[in-house]
């Protein structure tokens, strides 16, 4: 997913990934940019 900025109308990567901790407990983070891009992909290869 990308979003566009008002500011300048550049694309922007985003990525939101789920952490759950033992107690099923969640939290959604919000990776942007670079960190979506590659860092996201990469946990997304080991939580599939």
């Known amino acids: ?6 500011s300048n109308n550049e694309s922007v990567a985003k990525r939101d ?3 759950a901790d033992e107690s099923k ?3 959604v983070v919000s990776l942007w940019g670079d960190l979506a891009t ?3 992909q990469e946990l997304l290869d080991i939580a599939d």
């Open 38 to 40: 590659n860092i996201g």
């Open 1 to 6: 997913m990308s979003i566009r900025r008002k």
């Open 25 to 27: 407990k969640t939290v």
């Open 17 to 19: 990934i789920t952490i």
